[in-house]
T-cell receptor
Framework: GENVEQHPSTLSVQEGDSAVIKCTYSDSASNYFPWYKQELGKRPQLIID?????GEKKDQRIAVTLNKTAKHFSLHITETQPEDSAVYFCAATLSGGSNYKLTFGKGTLLTVNP | GAVVSQHPSRVICKSGTSVKIECRSL??????MFWYRQFPKQSLMLMAT?????????EQGVEKDKFLINHASLTLSTLTVTSAHPEDSSFYICSASSTRGTEAFFGQGTRLTVV
């Protein structure tokens, strides 16, 4: 089955700095790679996703890059703000129809210091 | 976006009792739903795949007789934790997508505490 590794487990940055979280996956068949932000006790919220037919996607301060050859993808957050503080999870799956059976990374606790 | 509703959001039960958690897709039909478990400060771990009209598929190490899953309609899947023990205390969360879905939608999660 799929295995997703995520690094770092904790990340502390100053407000305004950039934050980068990296993930690797094992199953070359995986084609969908979402990133979730989860606040304590709440459901994961999709913040950005990328499919295997593109190498980069950007949405305002958030971007994701995908290297299929190396089987890794990264989340980039620029101009970080204190409200970006949360746990971030990457995930991977082979999606098709309604099948979004996700394998998650272990998560990164991001702390943005004012 | 599509809405997935999970109920209850919190439940406290005594050891040995059973607890049922519901997961509903409110504005789409879901032939497949997924149940995850999340222990404190850990990631979401897939427990099982719930298939409408057929048996659920359980991940390795998950006891099917303890975690009963019923997906009786295209909008409802239930997870019943039977004979609950304190070690079953966790955050249980479901997800679903429509047939033409472009992403997974998560329920609010259920915080189960077994005392």
């Amino acid at each position: 089955g799929e295995n997703v590794e995520q690094h770092p487990s904790t990340l502390s940055v100053q407000e305004g700095d950039s934050a980068v979280i990296k993930c690797t996956y094992s199953d070359s068949a995986s084609n969908y790679f979402p990133w979730y932000k989860q606040e304590l006790g709440k459901r994961p919220q999709l913040i950005i996703d990328i499919r295997s037919n593109v190498g980069e996607k950007k949405d305002q301060r958030i971007a994701v890059t995908l290297n299929k050859t190396a089987k890794h993808f990264s989340l980039h957050i620029t101009e970080t703000q204190p409200e970006d503080s949360a746990v971030y999870f990457c995930a991977a799956t082979l999606s098709g129809g309604s099948n979004y059976k996700l394998t998650f990374g272990k998560g990164t606790l991001l702390t943005v210091n004012p | 976006g599509a809405v997935v509703s999970q109920h209850p959001s919190r439940v406290i039960c005594k050891s040995g009792t059973s607890v049922k958690i519901e997961c509903r897709s409110l504005d789409f039909q879901a032939t497949t739903m997924f149940w995850y478990r999340q222990f404190p400060k850990q990631s979401l771990m897939l427990m099982a795949t719930s298939n409408e009209g057929s048996k659920a598929t359980y991940e390795q190490g998950v006891e099917k007789d303890k975690f009963l899953i019923n997906h009786a309609s295209l909008t409802l899947s239930t997870l019943t934790v039977t004979s609950a023990h304190p070690e079953d205390s966790s955050f249980y969360i479901c997800s679903a997508s429509s047939t033409r879905g472009t992403e997974a939608f998560f329920g609010q999660g259920t915080r189960l505490t077994v005392v």
